[in-house]
Structure formats: C-alpha cells, structure tokens
C-alpha cells in the first residue's frame, strides 16, 4: 500500500519561504513518481511540481519553488521562496507508477498540508 505523509505547512509572510517533506516507503519512494499538488479554497486541485520523465513545474512557480529527493530519508521536498499570497493552499503530495501521469492525475495522495501567506 502507497502511504504519503506530508508535513512542514504553515503559516509564513509574503516574501517568506517554507519547505514541505513528503515521506514514503522505500518501496514507493524507488518506484513510483512523486510530485506536488496543490487546492487553494473555491479552486480546484492543480500541479505543482514533480519527477516524471523528467523534472516538471507549473509555470506559476518555476523559478520560485524547488522539488528535490532525499534518498537516504525516502522523501521529497518542496522548496518554496518567494510566496505569495496566492500560494496559499493545501498542498498534497502525490505517486504515481507513470511518469506522465504523475502531473496530470496520480493515483496515490497524501492528506496534505495547509499552507498560508499574508501579505
């Protein structure tokens, strides 16, 4: 069973920077794609980054925020700088054993973690 568990939400000021980990098994961290996503209040759910094929990003975060991998901890940060408010949200990790799908309708979710910036 594919178990994700996310942690390192807050809340931070506009400017400010915070770091999600999400932690899985060895087993799915060696095997499945791993990403983020995101659900601001009244929106729906959407990407934010991943390890697919390669390394992707939405545009709305590409040069701000970071996806890295700890192999040896079996987790996946986010690195965020440079928030906003509109990155306010709760922000979930994801699995999937497709590297396409993983940005586009994983499989497997973590139950997320609150995120919030003021301005």
């Known amino acids: 069973q594919v178990q994700l568990v996310e942690s390192g939400g807050g809340l931070v000021q506009a400017g400010g920077s915070l770091r999600l980990s999400c932690a899985a098994s060895?087993?799915?961290?060696?095997?499945?794609?791993m990403g983020w996503f995101r659900q601001a209040p009244g929106k729906e759910r959407e990407f934010v980054a991943a390890?697919?094929?390669?390394?992707y990003y939405a545009d709305s975060v590409k040069g701000r925020f970071t996806i890295s991998r700890d192999s040896a901890k079996r987790t996946v940060h986010l690195q965020m700088n440079s928030l906003k408010p509109e990155d306010t949200a709760v922000y979930y990790c994801?699995?999937?054993?497709?590297?396409?799908?993983?940005?586009?309708?994983?499989?497997?979710w973590g139950p997320g973690t609150q995120v919030t910036v003021s301005s």
């Open positions: 994801a699995a999937d054993a497709s590297g396409a799908s993983i940005q586009v309708n994983p499989r497997y």
């Open positions: 390890f697919g094929w390669t390394t």
């Open positions: 060895e087993w799915t961290f060696n095997n499945y794609h």
